[in-house]
């Protein structure tokens, strides 16, 4: 394979010379200020500073749905997802691969995380066989059948070339009793150690400059590596799973198995009780949860870093977010309304739309419905995490969480 890098681009993040010196990930979190519990702080990667409290949009198939990349930059994106299950399917690693990895293929330098496939693997396969091995499923797309295994969900993060890759986990469903949470924990645990030990060794025989390069534009010497906190709804299974995450030292550690049908109250529990258990020095993201009241309540224990595709979806549907409250664009009220969607909102499409237009593009379909609506939601939650950075910096957080989550509970749709 051609390794010189000649699409054009950036050039290529890492030399020749850093390859085989690299001990390992070259993520480094840095905590600048914690006040009340809320951090501030920036997560470091070979590719671009992420300033945390983060917001990550999702780019399911390799794009953030509506949005192209400058775009996304403009927007203030600092870090996007991106699924390894959805891409594993179509168009397959192997063809990412051969256009030179995920980063070249979507024309995006900055960091992306991709997450295992599990939570996929386990909410949209029809059918699924776990075993200690690994997991059988069927594809969503044709039914094709698979089998997952954590060593093979490492190799394909590593040829996609993605800076943070989340180690594959079960995520535990809602209800489940304790005994299932605790079998599901020890798989969880069990692969979470087969990750490290192919990171490690993918590392290793890269060092011996055996041929293990998968990827022009990146590789595993640089990938980051975040175990996944399981454990359903008990407290105990979700310390012992710190603890067992933590012997092994991962890179950063993520909060899994939440928002999956159990009551907010009792999610808010887990994540006031699982935060302040994990090291202060990593990373903590909280997987698939981005409703911006439970951002605020996650933050203030001591999340850094979220995903949802909350803003996009609800774009879609027309559902937005103002400074005022969520609002429905297809609401009759507006059909003749002159006014931008949001007066206090800067962005390209409330510079320079009406909500009339708006609403009538949304009830026609219009494509333009869909770029404008998710160019303003995302332009939302980008800023609302900044002002949040503010507020933790200023000290003023207690009163941010507060006004916010009055107005957040503004629901005109
Ligand atoms: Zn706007």
């Not at 609002?327 to 390209?348: H, N, Q, T, W």
């Not at 995302?378 to 609302?384: A, D, I, M, R």
Request: hydrophobic share 35%; with cysteine.
């Amino acid at each position: 394979m051609d390794n010189t890098g000649s699409y054009g681009d950036k050039p290529r993040v890492m030399s020749q010379e850093s390859q085989v010196t690299s001990q390992g990930s070259s993520t480094i979190y840095r905590n600048i200020k914690t006040i009340d519990g809320a951090r501030l702080g920036q997560i470091h990667t070979q590719r671009g500073i992420i300033n945390t409290p983060a917001f990550i949009p999702v780019g399911t198939n390799a794009t953030v749905k509506a949005m192209n990349q400058d775009e996304l930059r403009e927007l203030g994106a600092e870090i996007i997802l991106a699924n390894t299950y959805h891409l594993y399917l179509r168009p397959g690693h192997e063809v990412i691969k051969k256009v030179g990895g995920l980063h070249r293929f979507m024309n995006w330098q900055g960091p992306i995380l991709t997450d295992s496939g599990g939570f996929q693997v386990f909410s949209l396969s029809p059918l699924r066989k776990i075993t200690n091995e690994g997991v059988e499923f069927r594809s969503h797309l044709d039914g094709s059948t698979h089998f997952l295994t954590p060593e093979f969900v490492m190799e394909i993060q590593a040829v996609l070339g993605s800076d943070i890759v989340m180690a594959f986990d079960e995520c535990t469903p809602y209800p489940a009793t304790k005994e299932y949470a605790l079998n599901s924990l020890k798989l969880t645990t069990d692969w979470a150690k087969r990750c490290k030990e192919w990171i490690h060794d993918a590392r290793y025989k890269m060092q011996d400059k055996e041929i293990f390069i998968m990827n022009p534009a990146s590789c595993v010497l640089h990938q980051s590596l975040f175990g996944i906190v399981q454990g359903g709804v008990y407290k105990d299974l979700r310390k012992q799973s710190v603890e067992e995450l933590i012997e092994m030292d991962f890179d950063g550690y993520a909060i899994g198995g939440l928002s999956v049908g159990e009551p907010k109250e009792l999610m808010y529990e887990i994540i006031n009780y699982t935060t302040p258990l994990l090291p202060p020095d990593k990373p903590r993201y909280l997987m698939g949860i981005g409703d911006l009241v439970d951002v605020l309540t996650a933050v203030s224990v001591g999340i850094d870093m979220f995903d949802c595709v909350m803003p996009t979806r609800n774009a879609r549907n027309g559902t937005l977010f103002t400074s005022e409250g969520r609002i429905s664009i297809k609401r009759e009220e507006f059909k003749a309304d002159p006014e931008p969607l949001d007066p206090d909102c800067e962005c390209y499409t409330c510079k320079n739309y009406s909500k009339a237009y708006l609403r009538h593009l949304f009830m026609n379909k219009e494509i333009l419905s869909m770029r404008l609506n998710t160019l303003h939601n995302l332009h939302f939650y980008l800023s609302f995490f900044k002002k949040m950075r503010e507020a933790i910096r200023d000290e003023t957080f207690d009163n941010f969480k507060k006004e916010q989550t009055l107005i957040l509970q503004n629901n005109f749709v």
